[in-house]
C-alpha cells in the first residue's frame, strides 16, 4: 500500500508553528517511503474560518520546503481538497450510515440537552449525551425531519466492551466503549463535524498514516467506532507530542507565552533551514546524534517509531544558535549574501554589487544570530551617511587629531589593501606614541556610527578608499556641529546652568520701582 499523509489544518489565523512541526513529521515520512504528502484544509467551523489563513498555510509550507503533493490549488487526484467543498461527500455517506442503522437523526433542543446535563450533574455522573434519541422509529425520524424539524446525526456507539487502537508511538490504547458518546457527526446546519469530515477524507484520499498532534489520541477511538461502521480499515495511527514552553511546568506551547507563529520566525530572519532542522529535533534526533543536519538528511533517516515521547521543549534560544550557525557555518557566504540581499533592498538598499555583498556578509556573519540582525547591522555599509549619536560625537571629538592625520594618510595610500591598511595604522600609532585602541575607536566610530563593530582593518578595506574618506569626511563635519540638540548631557548641563542662573538672580534684591524708570 502506498505510503500516503497528510496535515489537516483548520484555516482560523496565523499558521502555526505546531502545524509546520507536524507537516514536517508528515512529509518526511511519506517522501522516505517515496509516498504523497497531501494538504486538507478543515474549514467547516465557519464561526473561525478566516480567509486569508489557506494561502499563509501554504506559503509556510513552502518557504520550510515541505510543499504538499496534493491540495487546493495543488492538485491532485482526491480533490476538493476543501471541506466545504465536500458536503454533498459527507451527506451521502451520512444516508449510508443512517439507513444501515448505524446513526440516527436527533431532536433534542437545546434546553432538553441543558436539563439532561444538569440532572446528570445532579446525580453525580459523567455528564455526556445519554443516548436517549436512539430509539425514536427510524420512519418517524425521517419524517419530523422532512417536515424541517432541527436535528443532529448522531453515531451509534456500543456500550459494552472496549475500543482499542494502535498507536505507533504509544502502543495499544483502550477506552471503555461506555465512555464514547453516541458523538454528533452532521450539526443542525447541515456541516459535519470534525470527526465525520476527518474520517470520510482519510478514507476517500487514501491517508495510509494519520501522524497528528497529541490532543487527537482521545478522539481516535471515535474514529475508530466510525471506520468500522462504514466498513474501512483504519489507517495507521501516530499521535506526535505536544510542544513545550521552556518553563518550569513545560505547558503546551501556547500564544500567551511566547511566539507561535511560524511566519514570525520569518520575519525575524530565522533561516527555514535552521527551522525545519530545530523542529526535526522535536521527539527525534539523528542516529548518529549530529545536531546539525539537512532536511534530505533528515527524511533519509526519518523512522517515525524512533520520535520519543517526552515532551520536547521549544527553546527559543537554542532555535537562534541554530539559526546562527546556519549563517556562520553550514550556509555558503554567496547563499547567505542571496538570502540577506532582499532584505538590504527592503531597508532601501543597493546590495547589487556582489563582491561587496559578500565582504559585508562574511565581516558580519560571525556577529549576527539572524538575518535581520544582518541586515540591520549592515546598515552602516550601504548608507549614504551614518548618524552619529551624542556618545559618537563625544567619541569623534576625543579622537578628532587622529581622524584628521588618518584622512589625510588614507587618500596618499597607494594600495588600499587589508596589509597596507594594517602597516599604515600600526605606523601611526607608532609615531604618536598612543596606544592603538585610542586611535581604532573613534575611526571605528566615524566608519559605522557604532563603537559595536567589527575589526576596523576590515571596515577600512570593505568600504575602500572612497567610503572611508566621506565617512571621515562627515565625521569631522559632525565634530565641527558639536553635540546633537537632544543630547541628554548637553540639555542637563544647559539645566543646571539655568538653574544657577535662576538661582544667582535670586539672590540680587528686586529694583525698587523708583529706580526702573
Ligand atoms: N483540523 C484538525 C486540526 O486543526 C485536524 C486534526 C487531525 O490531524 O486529524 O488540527
Not at 424541517?148 to 453515531?155: A, D, I, K, M, N
Request: avoid cysteine; hydrophobic fraction near 40%; charge should be negative.
Amino acid at each position: 500500500m502506498p505510503v500516503v499523509t497528510r496535515i489537516a489544518p483548520s484555516p482560523t489565523g496565523d499558521p502555526h508553528v505546531g502545524t509546520a512541526y507536524v507537516a514536517l513529521f508528515n512529509y518526511a515520512y511519506a517522501k522516505r517511503h517515496g509516498g504523497r504528502f497531501v494538504l486538507r484544509v478543515e474549514d467547516t467551523d465557519r464561526a473561525r474560518y478566516v480567509a486569508a489563513a489557506e494561502a499563509r498555510i501554504i506559503d509556510v509550507l513552502r518557504w520550510l520546503g515541505l510543499p504538499p503533493d496534493e491540495g487546493p490549488g495543488i492538485g491532485g487526484d482526491h480533490g476538493p481538497y476543501r471541506q466545504s467543498e465536500r458536503l454533498a461527500i459527507y451527506r451521502e455517506h451520512i444516508d449510508r450510515l443512517l439507513a444501515e442503522g448505524h446513526a440516527y437523526r436527533a431532536f433534542e433542543t437545546a434546553d432538553e440537552l441543558d436539563a439532561m446535563r444538569l440532572e446528570q450533574q445532579r446525580r453525580g455522573i459523567d455528564p455526556g449525551y445519554d443516548g436517549r434519541g436512539r430509539e425514536l422509529d427510524p420512519a418517524e425520524q425521517r419524517r419530523r425531519a422532512e417536515a424541517g424539524e432541527p436535528h443532529v446525526v448522531r453515531l451509534r456507539t456500543p456500550d459494552e466492551g472496549h475500543t482499542t487502537f494502535h498507536d505507533l508511538l504509544r502502543g495499544d490504547v483502550s477506552v471503555p466503549n461506555a465512555e464514547i458518546r453516541d458523538a454528533v457527526l452532521l450539526k443542525s446546519d447541515g456541516y459535519p463535524t470534525y470527526h465525520l469530515a476527518n474520517v470520510i477524507d482519510d478514507h476517500l484520499m487514501g491517508i495510509s498514516h494519520v501522524v497528528r498532534a497529541e490532543e487527537w489520541v482521545v478522539s481516535t477511538p471515535l474514529h475508530v467506532l466510525l471506520y468500522r461502521a462504514f466498513g474501512w480499515t483504519p489507517p495507521v495511527f501516530a499521535h506526535l507530542p505536544l510542544l513545550r514552553n521552556p518553563d518550569a511546568n513545560k505547558t503546551k506551547i501556547s500564544k500567551r507565552k511566547m511566539d507561535t507563529s511560524a511566519e514570525s520566525y520569518r520575519a525575524q530572519g530565522i533561516l527555514p533551514e535552521a527551522l525545519v532542522n530545530f523542529l526535526a529535533t522535536m521527539g527525534w534526533s539523528m542516529p548518529d546524534g549530529r545536531e546539525v543536519f539537512t532536511l534530505e538528511a533528515f527524511v533519509a533517516a526519518f523512522d517515525l517509531e524512533r520520535v520519543s515521547l517526552g515532551g520536547p521543549v521549544f527553546d527559543l534560544k537554542r532555535l537562534r544558535n541554530l539559526n546562527a550557525r546556519y549563517l556562520r557555518e553550514v550556509l555558503s557566504l554567496e547563499a547567505v549574501g542571496a538570502r540577506l540581499a532582499p532584505w538590504l533592498v527592503e531597508r532601501g538598499h543597493d546590495p547589487s554589487d556582489e563582491d561587496y555583498l559578500l565582504d559585508v556578509v562574511d565581516v558580519l556573519r560571525p556577529r549576527a544570530e539572524t538575518l535581520a540582525e544582518l541586515a540591520e547591522q549592515a546598515d552602516y555599509f550601504y548608507v549614504e551617511r551614518v548618524t552619529y549619536d551624542a556618545d559618537a560625537r563625544r567619541r569623534l571629538a576625543a579622537g578628532q587629531s587622529y581622524l584628521e592625520d588618518l584622512e589625510r594618510e588614507f587618500s596618499r595610500l597607494e594600495f588600499f589593501d587589508d596589509d597596507a591598511i594594517d602597516d599604515l595604522l600600526h605606523d601611526y600609532v607608532q609615531r604618536q606614541a598612543v596606544p592603538l585602541g585610542k586611535v581604532l575607536m573613534p575611526l571605528r566610530v566615524a566608519l559605522t556610527g557604532t563603537s559595536q563593530a567589527p575589526a576596523v582593518v576590515d571596515l577600512v578595506a570593505i568600504m575602500g578608499r572612497g567610503r572611508t574618506l566621506t565617512r571621515l569626511g562627515q565625521a569631522l563635519q559632525a565634530i565641527q556641529e558639536g553635540l546633537p540638540d537632544d543630547d541628554p548631557e548637553r540639555l542637563k548641563a544647559e539645566a543646571e546652568a539655568a538653574a544657577k542662573a535662576a538661582a544667582a538672580k535670586g539672590k540680587r534684591r528686586p529694583p525698587m520701582p523708583a529706580e526702573r524708570s
